[in-house]
């Protein structure tokens, strides 16, 4: 998953370290906003507006959490 916030870290095996819970909020309060800049248009921001920036923020957030906290592949099975 793209990290916006911070450069990714390496673990002590040379591994990919999981976001922090900070990074991952960060980072769908960026998208949030670009939301916001791609749907306000010519008129001041309104109630629409909002909604649309809280549904991308919590999108790009569950996403984050299920890719860096939750999925993972399945040992094959025998």
């Known amino acids: 998953m793209l990290n ?3 450069q990714p870290r390496s673990g ?3 591994e990919d370290t999981r976001k922090t819970w900070r990074e991952m909020l960060i980072d ?3 998208i949030g906003g670009i939301a916001v800049f791609a749907v306000i248009g010519s ?3 309104t109630w629409d507006t909002a ?3 809280f549904k991308a923020f919590g999108a ?3 996403i984050q959490l299920a890719v860096e906290r939750g999925l993972k592949r399945a040992p094959p099975s025998e």
Do not use: D, L, V
């Open 12 to 14: 002590e095996n040379g």
């Open 28 to 30: 769908s309060a960026i």
């Open 43 to 45: 008129a001041p921001p």
């Open 51 to 53: 909604w649309t920036a």
């Open 60 to 62: 790009a957030f569950i």
């Open 4 to 6: 916006i916030a911070s």
